[in-house]
């Protein structure tokens, strides 16, 4: 890194941007920084410059406070122009601790750049040869010689420091790579620029207002522990027939365990177990496994084993089975099976389509993870059309869906905003969202908090938080986190239904 350009600080493009004050060290640096029209101070390299300066942007007028500049990789694998967003900056006095980079950190990568979240290390000189090792050692990734200093700056204001790499182990930084190197580092600079302003005008102090209940449902908790249980009883590989519930991060965290996900059995082995997931299969999906003599261990959820019984009772009453739900689901593709010749429903249109004589008995049911308003129009017009129609004494959608949505009914009329924690393939956390847009809120999916846009927060100081029945709680705590990143968050709970339903494990697990 060169440090030539130690000018006396001055201040560049004051008085405009959004509430961004940014600190940069050098010129090129403040040059990059400037370009985008945020307010920006040049500091001067080094501790004592950067600690001067500080003390004076301690004092200035804005939302937040950014520190941009260049800096040495003290690990191999960041290249010149990856940027490393602090999560912690070492110093002689110690560590401080900013707050969660998450929500920067996505935002850079969502705008092509090769961000991480790190530790940075600032020492008084330019760390360089071995010296890099050593400060690699306490856990950083990045040096500079100011970040540490500058930090008093924030004085209680969101405060991010992002630096990017122009050096790294084995290749200091000589002159001509200065000129590639150097240039990649600022290209990525000027680049995070917009993104680091929209950091700021996300940044305010935040009430989070969490639904409860939200997040496992007995359904899921007792198909998680199933895998969980044959992976500890029959060792790994252990086979599950489809995503064991609707969401990656319990596939994932499942397979690192030893499950191996398929689509089909074909996929399984001979002689192998095979676990079948929460929302239930087709009749034949298990005939084929006892044909390939396949160890079955069945953790569709007993509500929706209901649905299932329901269908085979009306059909062998000798009513047309109606099913409300969405093509192509694992939980109706299991429920069609069950009844073959089963009509599938997912609108009023669909129901005026249906080829069914008018006087014929029919049989209602819907899948569980739908929303009552949606089912109950359709419902309806299926009631409208045909004279003889007979549904299960219980509504078929279940509790967990119902008290989700009813969760986060009794919370969107109170926020600026509502994330849904949850996969795009999950119905229940889809309906969730709807629930909440239809309550007037404005609503987004989120698979976790890499998911949430910063132009979302802009003017959210209330935010609505919930899960779908298949996201981990984990999820929900790590958005609080991230959300902690743009300012304090005060959490609070509105429960509206204290659920302790708990079902029972298959007999080849207990
Ligand atoms: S959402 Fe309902 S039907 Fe689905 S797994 Fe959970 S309890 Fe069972």
Redesign the pocket.
């Known amino acids: 890194m060169t440090r030539a350009d130690a000018e006396a600080p001055v201040v560049g493009t004051a008085g405009r941007g959004s509430g961004l004050l940014v600190l940069t060290p050098l010129r090129v640096e403040a040059a990059m920084a400037g370009s985008s029209g945020a307010r920006v101070v040049r500091t001067g390299a080094g501790p004592e410059r950067a600690a001067a300066a500080a003390q004076r942007a301690s004092g200035q007028e804005a939302q937040a406070v950014a520190v941009v500049g260049v800096g040495g990789a003290l690990v191999a694998d960041l290249g010149a122009g990856d940027l490393v967003v602090a999560e912690a900056v070492d110093g002689p006095g110690g560590r401080v601790e900013l707050g969660s980079p998450r929500l920067l950190v996505a935002a850079l990568r969502r705008a092509g750049l090769a961000a991480t979240a790190g530790v940075v290390r600032s020492s008084g000189s330019v760390v360089t040869g071995g010296q890099r090792e050593q400060a690699a050692a306490t856990g950083a990734v990045v040096a500079d010689t100011e970040s540490y200093w500058l930090a008093p700056a924030a004085a209680g204001r969101p405060f991010a420091v992002v630096r990017a790499v122009v050096d790294g182990p084995g290749r200091e930084l000589r002159r001509p790579a200065v000129v590639t190197e150097g240039i990649r580092a600022l290209a990525s600079l000027r680049r995070a620029m917009p993104v680091l302003s929209s950091w700021a005008e996300a940044c305010c102090p935040r009430t989070v207002l969490l639904a409860g209940p939200r997040s496992f449902?007995?359904?899921?908790d007792r198909?998680i522990e199933i895998v969980e249980r044959v992976l500890e009883r029959f060792g790994a590989p252990v086979y599950v027939r489809r995503q064991i519930?609707h969401n990656a991060h319990v596939v994932r965290r499942l397979e690192a365990e030893g499950a191996v996900f398929v689509e089909e059995l074909d996929e399984v082995p001979d002689g192998t177990t095979v676990v079948l997931s929460?929302?239930g299969v087709a009749p034949a999906v298990k005939e084929e496994a006892g044909r390939r003599g396949l160890r079955v261990v069945d953790a569709t959820?007993?509500?929706?084993a209901k649905v299932h019984s329901e269908a085979r009772r009306f059909s062998k009453q000798g009513r047309q089975v109606v099913l409300i739900g969405h093509d192509g689901h694992d939980?109706v593709e299991g429920t069609l099976g069950e009844v073959p010749g089963t009509m599938l429903v997912g609108s009023v249109d669909d129901v005026d389509a249906l080829d069914v004589p008018l006087a014929a008995p029919v049989a209602l049911l819907n899948q569980?993870?739908l929303a009552p308003s949606d089912v109950a129009e359709v419902a309806r017009a299926v009631r409208r059309r045909f004279a003889d129609v007979v549904e299960p004494p219980v509504s078929d959608i279940?509790?967990?869906?119902e008290n989700r949505q009813q969760a986060i009914e009794a919370i969107a009329g109170d926020v600026d905003l509502v994330l849904v924690v949850g996969s795009a393939n999950s119905s229940?956390s889809q309906r969730l969202v709807e629930v909440a847009e239809r309550a007037g809120a404005q609503a987004y999916l989120v698979e976790d908090p890499d998911a949430i846009e910063l132009e979302w927060l802009k003017s959210a100081e209330v935010v609505g938080l919930t899960a779908g029945?298949?996201a981990p709680e984990q999820l929900v705590q790590e958005v609080v986190d991230a959300l902690g990143g743009l300012g304090p968050v005060d959490v609070h709970e509105r429960v509206v239904v204290d659920e302790r339903?708990r079902f029972q494990l298959p007999s080849e697990v207990r």
């Open positions: 449902c007995a359904g899921v198909a519930v929460a929302h959820c007993p509500l929706v939980e569980t993870t279940c509790f967990a869906t229940n029945a298949s339903v």
